[in-house]
């Protein structure tokens, strides 16, 4: 085992120091991150594991060596724990030399299916090469459609890491230089150690509590909003809290879910572990170089645990397998799972796990034979940790004080499996039923929008589908401000396929707009009249351009554009039709009006808040 | 207090938001100038360009420097500097020394204006924010820059004075080739620091897409390679698959969403596609006896043929009773 204990000279102590940043949503680059610190780990470099939000950035100039591992949000944007650190790094009067000291190495994950494929990775390193840093191997880049995924890159980049350290931190005589793909050739002692706590002190309090962000909520009103034929299920949600809390229109609620208690007691079940669910346990780090779930208390019980702080419903990722392995008892089982981790078994995996959505509860219900056979500290290597969703706020503090109301479509769909998929996070929220005993804990951060400082600003709000979450707080908050006039200056550009059945909030516009407040645009994509279909489906996009004039007159006075809703054609198709309104009212030539959208980006007038 | 700087609008609505120009109040101005710009006019049109409409001190870069004359606090509504482009880079190892005395000089919301500066200069907009300006523009085309002494003097915290100066690139280029670049300059360090730290919202962004170059933008294209009998199927379809894969996978998606209600949870009863309900009615029918004639259908989908009448159904024991909650399947 290499020793690890800090050395006296400190630039050797530092040289074993690497800080290793991520930035993730779904938990993809933490896991990377992860391996990244096992392998470093063989070649005597000691990885700190951060996310880039728990890291405090004020220091990053005084780091020598940093990797980052970043992965790519939306179309092509930051994960949100890495806006800070980006917004601080755009900033013009950086001094070319700022980051002189700095070796650093980025690796990105992305989808190559999309058009700017792991985008953040690639300007952050360009932006740290302009302000001095040097990077020490070139750029990863993993890609979902490699046939290993993540793998399929991050192997050898961690293999050119390996060498460029080395160079400077040379393993003794005799040696030989890890590969990473012999980094898993044992199996590494669990992350964390359970030792017996007391069975009477009282829980400790939430980690989440100490933080002001966060604030204690119950949960008032749980309504589905669409028709009861229709065949989405979305709801409004309306939470109360006990205090005064302040949030801004564009601001997101963040929700830690739960997994339901029978999921919990199936998955103890599969693993052996139902005797011991219920001990108080205090959770201990044990390999300082991998991560632990966010907000992991340090008092629990390991059904505490698996529901709240562990996804048992997640797919399982390579990780999962790679520790299973070892503990299978049956011949064919191991040999099966060895399949699905070799180059040529990827795409069953990817068929068996991926494809359908199998979660890993399901998994472990057709892999029996390590039952019994894993100890439970292995809980935090075998399942992905449990992740906060962030849900857009709908509504206006200013409006509704003490309150904070979501917009959210409930996921549920079919794949090869006959057990329907639900989302985790919607799946809980829509399960909770209104009252004193619905009791959770929101975090309420920054969004992506905000507000033009000048209430007579004019506001253009694109948000079809759930994607119109925010603008109900922009327009609440906007009517209360009394920017209202004449001619309203909040637009509200609303899509859905059918007025009558997913028309969200339709009454409230009503009302606004019948106020003075809001100009409300409804884009009904399947409720064309007979005839009309030829010209095609009437999108926000079809209406914007009808609105041309309008629009472009609101652009000119100052006005901002905000886009929020599903990742998917709509925010291209919105800039598509902003540019041709510059080219036909503003009479701009095609690059003039794509240098003029980008120009409303960079000055924050455009702002896209979307999810895939 | 009014603002001293006038935020001017860009040219045209249809160029990329540009820089902000100020306009200098018009209260007391300094006008500093140099040996060479005094004899080349440059100091003498400055001067008689002020004085039109506000009171001109006058004051040589030499003077401040050798400390021979100080500035009356808060005093000035403007500075302007005026100096030959040779004069700027001798000046640069002191100029954190000049800047502090412009900074006490200028009254607050003051501007400072650096003119005639040659490009090379570009290490001054932050040597400006290290002494607690804040930058309204740098047109380093055009030669000038303008910063601004806040409004509050919190730029005295965090100016710092008699900070070394920094090393020049050289040292980095002499040091061998691989070695991690640590300098141990502690005052450096800090100042590098408060640079970054430095909280200004207002602080021009740059644009980082034009950081990335041509290879930056291009992204791997997926391989579309045709399924050969025999070899492993890659059951992923690529984003602009060719080989029928994807038409495959549609189809299967299109097949997976039929909708299929569970009559004996609910009461409820829906038409389900002929081929589908066969195929679950007969493995229904199979289940309470559930037999396997390869020995792997018990065991799930890890395990289960391509044409298993299971798959897709959860692993189950050998004659146990297939259960599956189809109730909640409203899709």
Redesign the interface.
Known sequence: MTDLTDDDHPAADALHDVLVLYATETGTAQDAADRAARHLRKLRVRARVLSVDQYPLADLVHEPLVLFLVATAGSGAFPRPAHALWALLLRADLPPDLFDDLDFAVFGLGDSGYEKFCWPAKLLERRLQALGGRALVPRGEGDDQHPLGVDGALLPWLDALTGALLEFLPLPDGCPPPSPASTEDALPPPRVSFRPAPPDSPPPPDPRLADPRYHPATLRVNTRITADDWWQDVRHFEFDFAEDVRYAPGDVACILPQNPPDDVQTFLELMGWEDHADEPVSVHPTLGDQTLPPFLPPRTTLRALLTTHLSISAVPRRAFWECLRWFLQDEMEREKVGEFLSEEGADDLYAYTTRPRRTLLEVLAEFRSARGRVPREYALDLVPFMREREFSIASSVTRHPRQVHLCVAIVRYKTMLKVPRRGVATAYLAALQPGACARLIIGLKRGLLSLPPDPATPVICVGPGTGVAPMRAVVEERAAQGATGECADTTLYFGCRSASKDQHYAAEWAAHARAGALAYRLAASRDAPPGELEGGRTYVQTLLARDAPRVWARLRAGGCVFISGSSNKMPAAVRAALRSIAQTEGGLGEAEAREYVEGLERAGRLVEECWG | MSPTAIYLPAES?????KVVAAVPRKGPALAIGSLATAQDGKFQSLVSDLEANRQVDRQMLDRLLEGATELTPSRYASVHVTLSAAEYEQLMPRISTLLAQLFAGLEPLGTLHVLNLASSL??L??EL?LAGFT?LS?LPNEGTIIAQKPAHAIGQTLGIKNRSV?PA?AA?AAAPA??????GDPDR?SA??A????N?PS???????K???PA?RE????TCEPAVKGA?????A??NCTCGLAELEAE?LAQ???VMLDGKIDGQTVEVEQSERDR?LAAAAAAPKATSSCGSCF?????RCESCPY?????FKPGEKVE???G????
């Open positions: 609505a249809a160029s990329s938001p570009s290490t907009p932050s924010t930058l740098s920094a690139p980095s691989v070695s991690l670049r640590r300098r360090k590098k620091k640079l970054w730290t430095l200004a602080t021009p962004t740059i644009d980082a897409e950081l990335l170059t930056d992204r791997p294209v997926p492993p199927r890659r059951k992923k690529c984003k299967e997976s969403k039929v679950l065991l799930g989908d890890a395990f798959r897709g159904l959860p692993a599956i909650d189809l909640m399947d409203d899709i």
